[in-house]
């Protein structure tokens, strides 16, 4: 009995110890393996859940789109929409106008989504169109403080636009979340409000899927969001004035104005050994209108501020936005046509234009 191997109670220790570990590397690799496939059915639960049978078309989806808290929403845009002409163009047009209205901050936008979403750029715009001021944070780099920075900021957008009877389609949150269709429509409700000298493409649309979680489970719906409709229904349905009354109801008067605006600008521009004959034609690249300022204020406009014979629409864009330029030198009232309304040949556009001169020089020999 004495002579029988014993056990060493110090080896147990170090077998229990080595089990241990042989367990706890597999049990954390089957956690991982089991988080990974919560993970991979989470995600794959999204995509079912928006590409339905039902669904117009399959939209692709990221990942992270599928990973929502509960009651917590996400919007995806079809890619069919994304692909459209016209959203493009709108999207390029509202690019480039952010960038005209910062370029003296040095500012260039070139993704909407991810150079907006955190306030900093949406601050200097505002403030640069509202000539204000905003008390905010001029970096933050926290989800605190960029929220709390877009929380100032949209306030102060939608006391501004409110009056106008916008509905608001944008959030905190959303934006935050850079949610292009919501940053589109704050964008297009800035430039409408703002009378931006923009040309934005009409009743533009896309098509969404909208990913909504509630009691754990993805729901998903398609919307149709309409960005723009049309410039005049844009550009302030509610100001109608007495030519949006004379072309609706009284177009037999429309060649009494017309005769009558002829007339007065001709009276100065002949001074030059210029005639006009045809309003919506002769004024659309600004040239005229440029040197009709000149005789009308008295003064010679130095060639070299305008293209005397433009060939691209840009330039009769110029042209006629630096005869708005002088109009406000004059004492004039901003013009409420556009620039590229002008230069599209818009007659409604010409006139209000001409008779805003007409008002204030037609005693002017």
Request: hydrophobic share 40%.
């Amino acid at each position: 009995m004495s002579s029988a191997p014993l056990r060493s109670p110090a080896l147990r220790p170090h077998r229990m110890k080595k089990d241990e570990s042989f367990l706890g590397k597999l049990g954390g690799t089957l956690a991982r393996k089991k988080k990974a496939k919560e993970v991979s059915d989470l995600q794959e639960e999204g995509k079912n859940a928006i590409n339905l049978p039902m669904s117009p078309a399959s939209v692709e989806i990221h990942p992270e789109d599928t990973l929502l808290e509960e009651n917590q929403e996400r919007t995806v845009i079809d890619p069919t929409s994304r692909d459209d002409p016209r959203f493009k163009e709108l999207v390029k047009v509202l690019i480039d106008w952010v960038n005209d209205v910062l370029v003296e901050e040095r500012i260039i936008v070139k993704q909407l989504e991810e150079d907006l979403y955190d306030g900093q750029v949406l601050q200097k715009l505002l403030e640069k169109l509202a000539d204000c001021k905003l008390n905010v944070a001029e970096v933050t780099q926290s989800e605190v403080g960029q929220k709390q920075k877009l929380q100032t900021v949209l306030q102060a957008a939608q006391e501004l636009l409110r009056p106008r009877g916008r509905a608001l389609q944008w959030t905190i949150d959303s934006i935050h979340g850079k949610n292009l269709v919501a940053i589109l429509h704050l964008l297009v409700a800035l430039a409408t409000h703002f009378r931006a000298p923009i040309r934005l493409p009409e009743h533009v649309s896309v098509q969404v899927v909208v990913v909504r979680k509630r009691e754990g489970l993805l729901h998903s719906s398609h919307v149709t969001e309409e960005l723009t409709t049309t410039t005049e229904m844009m550009m302030g349905r509610f100001e109608r004035d007495a030519f949006d009354t004379l072309f609706d109801h009284a177009p037999d008067k429309l060649s009494v104005v017309k005769k009558s605006l002829i007339t007065f600008v001709n009276k100065h521009l002949n001074k030059l050994n210029l005639e006009v004959t045809e309003l919506e034609t002769q004024f659309a690249d600004g040239v005229y209108l440029v040197l009709l300022m000149g005789l009308l204020e008295d003064y010679f406009v130095p060639l070299h501020n305008f293209y005397l014979t433009p060939d691209s629409f840009d330039q009769k864009v110029h042209n006629v936005s630096f005869a708005f330029e002088l109009m406000l030198d004059g004492g004039l009232k901003k013009p409420k046509a556009r620039p590229e309304d002008v230069v599209s040949l818009d007659l409604k556009s010409t006139l209000r234009v001409l008779y805003n001169l007409f008002t204030k020089y037609k005693h002017l020999e």
